[in-house]
Structures are given as structure tokens and as C-alpha cells.
């Protein structure tokens, strides 16, 4: 691969980060997700009328919550946030955790599925937020079909998935077993214009474009790091203020992948801000995507 084609993609280390949720009822949104997510308080700021709280599995932050009482409910059918998917490394971790989400009353359970590449459960949080948990199969089993990654939605049966990976052990782990976010799944108005946004100009290489209505697309040959669909949102314009995805925090490993993205979006006439660490840029929709450099600390992440 020529200097000049390494530029136009993201570095093959590139990972996401804490996608950060505006919500309306922040004590039961922090509650929920700890108790349905196993998941832990790590970093608390007021900032004018907000809260800012950053929840996490040991010392990596997965959500970033924003309370944000005055602004509307989530609208299903505008552009934002179809579901962050939290990754993690075990099936044995995986159904612990879909066991204690699934105990939780406040949990929508919408389904499971075979991806081929990864096994998913489906949730829906008290907010009307998606969230998926996933475990990827072994890169080694995964088809390719050309530049393609083969991907389905095939039955997953979830009790007999439970059955098989829980044990009291993990369940009992909870926040000390590793999790992290894999990727982030938008809604957007179409697939054209998302892709010259999030593959043209961000730099993720599409894997899977079959699906009718959806791209995905990702970074070092991972199954995908973002996914953009039209199934509710077709047609759709800039989002209204509200409730709902507030920024998808994407991670570089280093200054010259911001500089290279700075470039990409110059030569675009993309409006972007930057502070030497971080890069924030907003989608056609009014989506905002942060891409910052590693050890991103929850001070950070809260400031930004």
C-alpha cells in the first residue's frame, strides 16, 4: 500500500471509545446500567445545569451519561443511535452478563442473534437507547468474500446459550471481568451520503454492504467498528435536539492519524475542532464523532 492510500484509512489500531448518552432521569439511567451491565461509577462532574457521569468495567469507561432533563425523548425514526454494542471476551462473561440484564425488569429484551462473525444479544435501555452485547468468534472463522466479510442474522437460542456459558463464578465476577465498546450502530437519513462521511472522510474501509438499507464498516479488517442503517430513519434530516447519542468517541493510536483525518476532512471542506489530542467532527446529521488518542482519562472525557 502506497504512503498516499495509508492515509486515507484509519490506522489498523483504531478502536472505539465510551459513547456518551444524554438522559433525562440520570439516577436511573447510572442504575440501570450498573445493575443491568455490571458496570461501575468511575468519574462524576457538574458542569453548569449538567451532570456528567462516566461508568465503566475496571478503569475503562464504556458510557458516558449526560443528564439533560429539558430536552425531549428519544425519537426512533431520526437519525442517532440504533445501538452501542458492548464487547466482551469470553462467552462466559458475555452470558453473565445478558443474564443480569435480562433479570433486570427495566430491560427490553428485543433478541439474539448468529452473526457468523459474533454471537449478539439485544436490549433496549429504560431511555429507549439499543444496546447489544456481543463476543466475536475467532478472526480465523471468519468468510470473506473479496474485500466483503460475511455476515448474517441467523437464530441464537438464548436460554440454551445461558445454559452452556454461566456459571455462578462469572456471574458473580461482574464489573472485574473486561469489557468494551466494539462498535456503535447509527441511524441515518441514507447510505450514500453516510458512507462519503464515515468511509471517505473518516477513513473506515466498508466490510459489509449487502445488507438492504445498511453499511458497515470498520478499521484493520475487524467485522466492524461502525454500522449505519435506514431502517427507521430513511429520508431523515439533522436531528432535533434530545435525548439519546450525545458523541461516538473513536481511538488512534497516534498524532499523525489526527493529522492525517485533519487532512481528509480539510480537503472536504469539513468543519472539524481540534486541541492536539482530539479531533471533533459533526456527521450530515448533527451526529458528533470525537476521535481522540489513547489514555483518554475520565477527566478527559468528561472536559471534552
Known sequence: MSDTSAEQILNADTSMGAVTLRVGDLETMSDYYSGAFAMEPLEEQSRAREVHRVLGRG????????????????????????????????????????????QDPRSRFIGSSDHLVSEAFYFTDPEGNGVELYTDRDR??????????????EYLDPNAYLQSHLDQMILDAGPALPGAVGHVHLQVGDIPTAR????????????????PGALFASAGGYHHHIAMNTWNS??????????????????????????????????????FAGDGRSVSVTDPWGTQVTVSLPDLSTDELIAR
Open 140 to 153: 480465523s472463522t471468519w468468510i470473506h468474500d473479496g474485500e466483503q466479510i460475511r455476515m448474517a442474522t
Open 234 to 271: 430513511r429520508g431523515s434530516g439533522p436531528r432535533a435536539a434530545s435525548l439519546g447519542l450525545g458523541d461516538v468517541a473513536v481511538t488512534v493510536p497516534a498524532a499523525a492519524d489526527l493529522q492525517a483525518l485533519t487532512a481528509r476532512l480539510t480537503a472536504r471542506s469539513i468543519p
Open 59 to 102: 478503569t475503562t469507561p464504556l458510557v458516558r451519561l449526560i443528564h439533560t432533563p429539558d430536552l425531549p425523548g428519544v425519537d426512533p425514526r431520526q437519525a442517532g443511535l440504533f445501538h452501542t454494542a458492548f464487547l466482551f471476551e469470553t462467552p462466559g462473561s458475555l452470558a453473565a452478563t445478558v443474564y443480569r440484564a435480562a
Open 196 to 211: 462519503a462521511f464515515y468511509v471517505d472522510a473518516l477513513g473506515f474501509e466498508a466490510t459489509q454492504g449487502n445488507y
